[in-house]
């Protein structure tokens, strides 16, 4: 197809040609990692700072904070086979992770407090150590020491970090599908690489079998010479 490039094709260790794209290791992703992040803080902060019962913004927000996390996980395993696939499930973690942010940007709004960005004096070393930091490990001792406001800043910082990671990601997918196209495309040349690497064999073959019957040739003269 034209504008195509070349499908990079794998294979099993047979040669045999596969049409499964490289897999992704998802929990090597730094979006993926500070989701992980997002959803542990959020199960935290409603059950502090929310009505257990009776406030359906729990579930809500618990379930957003899930559904990003979870959808990366899916997509990254289902772009083995399709990077349609994985290209729809990242835009729907990508979704809920913004109704995540939108979430606390409301609490913020509805308790008064102030959202910290830009010349805030807290926002800077907020800002750097959430960029510094992308695993549970180095949040979860600082969790029980902040209150909500803190809390709630903190989520909307990573949240806003994972967005802009994720874009970035889903583009570069993006541009990978347009050059290079889907499963469709996969299987075309991954069948045609190994038409074309049994037709290498076939005739590597033709070549050492006319190989063989010239040297038999040659042996049967020889002997036919030395019995004459």
């Known amino acids: 197809m034209e504008g195509k490039k070349r499908q990079q ?11 499964l794209r490289k897999k992704t290791n998802y929990t090597a992703l730094r979006f993926y990692q500070r989701s992980d992040v997002l959803y542990q803080l959020t199960q935290i902060f ?16 618990v379930q957003a904070a899930r559904s990003t996390k979870q959808n990366i996980v899916e997509g990254s395993s289902d772009g083995e086979t399709s990077l349609e696939s994985e290209l729809k499930l990242l835009g729907i ?8 942010l939108e979430d606390y940007q409301d609490y913020i709004k509805r308790k008064g407090y102030t959202e910290w960005y830009n010349q805030h004096p807290r926002f800077k070393a907020m800002h750097d150590f959430c960029s510094k930091h992308w695993k549970f490990e180095d949040y979860k001792d600082l969790f029980p020491k902040m209150n909500d406001e803190e809390m709630a800043n903190m989520a909307i910082c990573l949240c806003h970090q994972v967005d802009a990671a994720m874009n970035k990601y889903i583009e ?10 889907g499963i469709r495309e ?3 040349a991954a069948r045609l690489e190994q038409r074309g690497t049994q037709k290498e064999i076939i005739e590597r073959q033709a070549q050492e079998i006319a190989t063989l019957k010239r040297e038999i040739a040659r042996l049967t003269a020889l002997l036919d010479e030395r019995n004459g």
Do not use: C, W
């Open 186 to 188: 996969r299987m075309t």
């Open 172 to 181: 570069r997918k993006d541009r990978e599908f347009t050059t290079e196209g």
């Open 46 to 61: 409603v059950q502090r700072f929310l009505k257990p019962y009776g406030d359906r913004t729990v579930d809500q927000m």
């Open 9 to 19: 094709i794998s294979h099993y260790e047979d040669g045999t040609a596969s049409v």
């Open 93 to 100: 973690a990508r979704g809920s992770n913004k109704e995540l």
